[in-house]
């Protein structure tokens, strides 16, 4: 049986991630943090099949301890400060756990289990200001948020592992990828939610930013497949994961409010606390890697994961009002 560590198992991904080890057979160890009010809803259906180890990246002694008890064939490192508009606000908390946390984990590994496989969860955030598109594994980097800054180092300090160690270190440069698990901060479950309040009469306006700025969004589900690839390979490399398709926010708001039969221009209203100090306007990325190599596939496309994310938010608050 192999074993994994994964760390971020929490969130959207991890909890994507654990049921897909899980299916195919994996001893699942996953890192939690200490918090005053746990969270586990997105692996509650999950919670007694993983093995939890008390973490936290920021505290090099925890990762060590956690790699001495799990000793993992694979670790994937999805933990991180993954809201980009939280870094301005926060940018050294950003930078601890985004940043340096990283090297905390690669050097736990390198000291405790150097033969490990292991996944970095790099982001297209790291193309930032446009300077080719699509983007590809060999597009430079221009971030434009603290969190960026703070996803080059991890994507740079892990093919320096790779190199300086002969490490089995791989980097996924992931473009956003969305579910109805995602966090309710983020625009697509903003938008979801927002749209099935106001369906439901419990909200008469979505306030939001930038409406112009296009992003090439998938599916959770489908991406975590891919990082789960990128260790099965023979050799350890990087590689982009992205739907190969741009929308603008804009596009994204149509959608969602068309599904339940409303024109989103009555409802939307648009706030400049939402906008961001340095915006990333465009993102597009090129996966032909990812599907040469992988055989890496999507199965959901934007339309079916709005919706998807659309219905499942009017579901959760169908059953909320029903037990109040
Ligand atoms: P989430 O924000 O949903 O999950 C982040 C996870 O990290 C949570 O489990 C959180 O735990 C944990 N975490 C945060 N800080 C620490 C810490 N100091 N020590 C230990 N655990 C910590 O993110 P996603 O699932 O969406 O993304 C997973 C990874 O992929 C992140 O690294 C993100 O930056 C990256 N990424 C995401 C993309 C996307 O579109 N979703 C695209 C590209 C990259 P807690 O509940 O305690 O906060
Ligand atoms: P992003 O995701 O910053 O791309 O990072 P987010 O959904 O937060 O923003 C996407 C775009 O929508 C615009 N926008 C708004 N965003 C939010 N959150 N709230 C609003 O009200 C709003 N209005 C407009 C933003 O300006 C932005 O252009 C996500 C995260 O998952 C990162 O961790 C990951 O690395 C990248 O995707 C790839």
Known sequence: MKRALVTGVTGQDGSYLAELLLSKGYEVYGLRRRTSTPNYENVEHIKDRIVWIEGDLTDLASLIEAIRMSKPDEIY????????ATSWPQPIATSNITALGVINMLEA?????PD????????SEMFG???ETPQKETTPFYPRSPYGVAKVYGHW?????????????????????ESPRRGLEFVTRKVTDGVARIKMGILNELRLGNLDAKRDWGFAGDYVKAMWLMLQ???PDDYVISTGETHTVRELVEIAFEHVGLDWKQ????????TRPAEVDLLLGDCSKAIKKLNWELEVDFEQLVKMMVDSDLGKLRRSLQFN
């Not at 590994?109 to 289990?113: G, N, P, S, T, Y």
């Not at 490990?116 to 982001?123: D, N, P």
Request: include cysteine; proline fraction near 0%.
């Open 157 to 177: 300090i892990t093919v320096n592992y790779r190199e300086s160690y002969n490490m089995f270190a791989c980097s996924g440069i992931l473009f956003n990828h």
């Open 267 to 274: 409802y939307v209203v648009i706030d400049e606390n939402f």
């Open 129 to 131: 200001k446009v300077v």
């Open 109 to 113: 590994a390198r000291l405790i289990k």
């Open 77 to 84: 490192n999805l933990a991180a400060q993954s809201f980009v």
């Open 116 to 123: 490990v496989r292991f996944y970095q969860a790099s982001s």
């Open 233 to 235: 390979q023979d050799d």
